[in-house]
Nanobody, 120 residues
Framework: QLQLVESGGGLVQPGGSLRLSCAAS????????IRWFRQAPGKEREGVSC????????NYAGFVKGRFTISRDNAKNTGYLQMNSLKPEDTAVYYC?????????????WGKGTLVTVGS
C-alpha cells in the first residue's frame, strides 16, 4: 500500500517545539520532493515548506521562516519538520505530501495529517 503517514503532533505551549515526521511506505520517498502543508480551522490549506528529492533545495513560507526547519532522511524513507518557537496561530492539522516537484499540482501522495495545537 502506497502511503504517507504523519506523526509527532500534539499539544504544546507557546514557545515550545515539536518535530513532525512523514514516513513513506510502499514507495521510495527519495524520488520525490516533500512538501508540508497546514490547515487551520475555518481556513484554507496553505503551504509551509518544501524540500527537494536530494535535500539540497529548501523553501519556507514567510510566516515560518527562521522558526521551522525541513529535512529528510532518505535512508529511513522519512521527512521531517522541526518546529520551534511555536505560536498559537500555528495551530492546525499538518499534512505532508510527496511529488515530482514542490508545485501543488505535482503532489502525488498525501498523508492524512497530524494535529498540532499550540496553547496553554
Amino acid at each position: 500500500q502506497l502511503q504517507l503517514v504523519e506523526s509527532g503532533g500534539g499539544l504544546v505551549q507557546p514557545g515550545g517545539s515539536l518535530r513532525l515526521s512523514c514516513a513513506a511506505s510502499g514507495f521510495a520517498l527519495d524520488n520525490y520532493a516533500i512538501r508540508w502543508f497546514r490547515q487551520a480551522p475555518g481556513k484554507e490549506r496553505e503551504g509551509v515548506s518544501c524540500i527537494s528529492s536530494s535535500g539540497t533545495s529548501k523553501n519556507y513560507a514567510g510566516f515560518v521562516k527562521g522558526r521551522f526547519t525541513i529535512s529528510r532522511d532518505n535512508a529511513k524513507n522519512t521527512g521531517y519538520l522541526q518546529m520551534n518557537s511555536l505560536k498559537p496561530e500555528d495551530t492546525a492539522v499538518y499534512y505532508c505530501a510527496a511529488g515530482n516537484s514542490c508545485y501543488y499540482s505535482d503532489m502525488k501522495y498525501w498523508g492524512k495529517g497530524t494535529l498540532v495545537t499550540v496553547g496553554s
